[in-house]
């Protein structure tokens, strides 16, 4: 199982986990280059260690959402995690670094009001992010007709 399917109610299912591209350690290898022709063997071991730091951080990055909450994690040594309602997603926003948009990766940062979580290396990051805000949007129509029906059996008892 995964990080976000561990992490969802019994009554919920995931609707769409994000893709992390896993060419965002291509700047760590161009990097391994570099640092050989500049410093040789001590710029082979930076630039392995660069490499190191850049696969951890592509594999510990996980997010998604269900019907009814966003779970997300980033993050190895420290670790950066969100595990929220919908309806508590305040705004979502995306940014692209030179190197992601040559790889299709990008930079999507969630704001909850309480803060501010950032999910690096998301493959089709706009299709994620428009899938998250329909699924918002949804689930905010659903507590409002759940809203309606309760206050109709009150009304009506």
């Not at 019994?10 to 893709?19: F, L, P």
């Not at 992390?20 to 050989?36: D, R, S």
């Not at 428009?130 to 507590?143: F, G, N, P, S, V």
């Amino acid at each position: 199982m995964t990080y976000i399917q561990n992490n969802i109610g019994k009554n919920d299912e995931v609707v769409k986990v994000a893709t992390i591209n896993k060419l965002a350690i291509a700047p760590a290898i161009v990097w391994i280059f570099i640092l050989l022709l500049l410093a040789g063997g001590v710029g082979l071991l930076i630039g392995l260690i660069i490499l190191a730091v850049s696969l951890a951080r592509v594999y510990s990055t996980h997010l998604g959402f269900s019907r009814k909450k966003i779970i997300g994690k980033s993050g190895v040594l420290s670790t950066n995690a969100i595990d929220a309602p919908l309806n508590k997603v305040d705004n979502v926003s995306v940014s692209t670094p030179l190197f992601g948009r040559v790889f299709n990766y990008s930079t999507l940062s969630i704001n909850t009001g309480a803060s501010i979580i950032k999910f690096n290396y998301i493959k089709d990051v706009e299709f994620f992010k428009q899938a998250l805000l329909d699924a918002i949007d949804k689930y905010e129509k659903e507590k409002m007709k759940e809203q309606a029906e309760e206050l109709m059996r009150m009304r009506n008892t």
